[in-house]
């Protein structure tokens, strides 16, 4: 099976040549003409599964020093982009997180869920 067929989300950081990318583990790939071979910099770990093993979208904050990913077991999970640590991870949701965002000024993170409801949580 390859890596495109596992892909779940992609999304590029607005303040350098990295790439976010979804496919049940998060990871952040450098993107740079002539990057090292490795091209994966960063695995972030420490996330719960559930029966659906993935996770389903994820987020850039507006600096690029956070990263939120919603999960298919109910919580919204917010790692450090430099020390890979969770931060945070929100409860909430009765059903699977399939969207989160940060708000582009405010420490606000908004998450929607299969449980057809929005939240907002406020973050550090």
Wanted: proline share 5%; charged share 20%.
């Amino acid at each position: 099976m390859s890596l495109l067929s596992l892909l779940i989300n992609l999304i590029t950081s607005t303040t350098s040549t990295d790439v976010l990318y979804l496919s049940g583990t998060v990871r952040v790939w450098d993107i740079r003409p002539f990057a090292p071979k490795e091209r994966c910099v960063k695995i972030f770990q420490g996330n719960v599964h559930n029966f659906e093993k993935n996770l389903l979208r994820c987020s850039w904050s507006p600096d690029g020093s956070k990263i939120a990913a919603g999960s298919a077991d109910r919580f919204v999970y917010i790692w450090d982009t430099t020390s890979r640590r969770i931060l945070y991870k929100l409860p909430g949701h009765a059903g699977s997180v399939n969207e989160v965002a940060f708000h582009p000024e405010e420490p606000i993170v908004l998450s929607g869920s299969s449980d057809k409801r929005l939240y907002i949580g406020e973050i550090q």
